[in-house]
């Protein structure tokens, strides 16, 4: 049974750093789209970053310049950097993975989804 665990939130001052990580077992997660979403309170989950099997990411435009994901195949691991980061990054983050390969943010292609990982950033 395919299984997405993140780890890595916590809480931050404005302008740190986090690294989320997302280990996939069950799943050989290599060959497929992944993604990070995020969920604010009261807010719709929103697509954060993409990659797809060849390594192509998408990152939305919110994040792009701040955030990067990537993936270690070794590890069955994938990964959210993220820099110089706002009170707005506040949420849930979620990683999510598909079984196809469609480089997307939308919600609707990714089939798993972890549990997620709380982001907090104070001002």
């Known amino acids: 049974q395919a299984q997405l665990v993140e780890s890595g939130g916590g809480s931050v001052q404005a302008g740190g750093s986090l690294r989320l990580s997302c280990v996939a077992s069950?799943?050989?997660?290599?060959?497929?789209?992944m993604g990070w979403f995020r969920q604010a309170s009261g807010k719709e989950r929103e697509g954060v970053a993409a990659i797809d099997g060849d390594g192509s990411t998408s990152t939305a435009a919110s994040v792009k310049g701040r955030f990067t994901i990537s993936k270690d195949n070794a590890k069955n691991t994938l990964y959210l950097q993220m820099n110089s980061l706002k009170p707005e990054d506040t949420a849930i983050y979620y990683c999510?993975?598909?079984?196809?390969?469609?480089?997307?943010?939308?919600?609707?292609?990714?089939?798993?989804w972890g549990q997620g990982t709380q982001v907090t950033v104070s001002s």
């Open positions: 999510a993975a598909q079984w196809g390969n469609i480089l997307s943010l939308a919600s609707r292609w990714y089939n798993v």
């Open positions: 069950g799943y050989t997660y290599s060959r497929y789209s």
